[in-house]
């Protein structure tokens, strides 16, 4: 894969940079289609169907076998620039390759003369007219964006020939992400199906425990809220809203010496942490090992493995239950999700001599860490574009 090669701003003097609104250069479309089916067309697209900073369509729904919905009327063509007006801090903007129907929410464009019909969508996922889009929001339970407030957005521009320098920047930036994030997809796809056979394997072959007995649990709190000396120290308090990493290091909160010395539960590193309360238990199933010492909160569970165990194996043994787990889960009084512990404790898992088990991570370690460094080279990527999007694009005071 190739680096990405960076244009220079000097060659634009600043005399060649001009203040435009982005109603100047940006047809605001309104084209309606009552009877998509009868005009021929097949796809409709959902706010859900647009990824973040991402231009490239993926996914779409079926006009012929969903049911439309009643605002959706508006028509797009290949080549327009669709923009969501809802939520514009989700920095959602993509580019149709395709006719199709979407809401009435969103905006469909087309560049004027004085804008690179390549370079324009990447305005919108500059920081500073996100900030503009997100500052002029109107509603407060769906916030959105007016087109008057969109059109009057002001920026500079250098000529045309620059700004086409600069699209095929941005767009190498784009294919270079996207060619990093498919290896890494692939790589997972790799991951799960190895690790599928492997401990479909070790529960034929080997005897099984229950997962009550594969180490020691431990049940986490939340010190008084009331004490302010029991907040802001060092200490990492893990909650549901840090299980985003399999490792973690660090927590968004932390407690003082104060709040540990008053009976806080405290785990040590290469601990398995899950979440077993919480919505979020209704589509997915955290996991995560610590990378340190730390405690968690009430809506977590910890395991601290046996030495008949290794942690690792435990790790991907979880993430290999996933789907068996979250059939377990149940619905409090209250709306909301649970994993019982004695039904989750009652789960076999197989109990390999601790060789076979290091055979078993060290070829799935193998696997994730490549996958680790393929999402670390897209995130690169991805800072790298914003640099660059963000140095190119200035904002001109209205």
């Known amino acids: 894969m190739s680096d990405l090669k960076l244009v220079s701003t000097k060659g634009a003097k600043s005399g060649d940079w001009k203040a435009v609104r982005l109603g100047d250069?940006?047809?605001?479309?309104?084209?309606?289609?009552?009877?998509?089916?009868?005009?021929?067309?097949?796809?409709?697209?959902?706010?859900?169907?647009?990824?973040?900073?991402?231009?490239?369509?993926?996914?779409w729904g079926d006009i012929v076998s969903e049911d439309l919905p009643p605002t959706f009327y508006k028509l797009f063509k290949a080549g327009q620039v669709l923009y969501p007006t809802r939520n514009p801090h989700l920095r959602r903007t993509a580019v149709a390759d395709f006719d199709g129907i979407c809401g009435e929410k969103t905006l469909t464009l087309k560049a004027k003369s004085g804008i690179d019909t390549e370079l324009l969508p990447y305005v919108f996922q500059t920081e500073a007219f996100i900030d503009y889009a997100t500052s002029m929001s109107i509603g407060s339970t769906n916030p959105h964006v007016r087109w008057r407030d969109i059109a009057a957005y002001r920026f500079q521009l250098p000529d045309l020939k620059t700004q086409s320098r600069f699209a095929e920047v941005l767009i190498a930036a784009d294919t270079v992400i996207d060619t990093y994030a498919q290896a890494r997809c692939k790589c997972e796809q790799a991951l799960s199906t190895i690790r599928s056979r492997?401990?479909?394997?070790?529960?034929?072959?080997?005897?099984?425990?229950?997962?009550?007995?594969?180490?020691?649990?431990?049940?986490?709190?939340?010190?008084?809220?009331?004490?302010?000396?029991?907040?802001?120290?060092?200490f990492p308090w893990v909650s549901p809203k840090d299980m985003k990493t399999d490792v973690i290091n660090d927590a968004i909160d932390h407690i003082t010496n104060a709040a540990i010395a008053d009976r806080v539960t405290i785990v040590p590193r290469d601990s398995i942490l899950i979440v077993v309360r919480g919505l979020i238990l209704a589509h997915?199933?955290?996991?995560?090992?610590?990378?340190?010492?730390?405690?968690?909160?009430?809506?977590?569970?910890?395991?601290?493995?046996?030495?008949?165990?290794?942690?690792?194996?435990?790790?991907?043994?979880?993430?290999?239950?996933?789907?068996?787990?979250?059939?377990?889960?149940?619905?409090?009084?209250?709306?909301?999700?649970?994993?019982?512990t004695d039904v989750l404790q009652n789960v076999a898992v197989p109990r390999p001599r601790l060789d076979v088990q290091r055979n078993v991570v060290e070829l799935l370690e193998g696997l994730r860490t490549h996958v680790i460094g393929l999402q670390d080279h897209a995130d690169t990527c991805r800072t790298l574009k914003r640099s660059v999007l963000n140095s190119l694009f200035r904002n001109s005071p209205s």
């Open 198 to 234: 492997l401990y479909s394997e070790a529960a034929e072959l080997h005897e099984s425990v229950s997962l009550g007995d594969v180490g020691e649990w431990r049940s986490g709190g939340t010190p008084s809220k009331e004490k302010k000396e029991y907040w802001g120290g060092d």
């Open 284 to 340: 997915s199933f955290p996991i995560a090992m610590t990378g340190r010492e730390l405690t968690f909160n009430q809506d977590m569970r910890a395991l601290v493995p046996s030495d008949q165990y290794l942690p690792l194996f435990l790790f991907h043994w979880f993430h290999w239950r996933k789907p068996r787990l979250l059939n377990l889960v149940t619905e409090t009084s209250h709306g909301t999700k649970r994993l019982p």
């Open 25 to 59: 250069v940006v047809s605001h479309l309104q084209d309606v289609e009552r009877n998509p089916q009868e005009a021929g067309l097949e796809r409709f697209l959902k706010v859900e169907h647009f990824d973040t900073e991402r231009l490239k369509i993926d996914r």
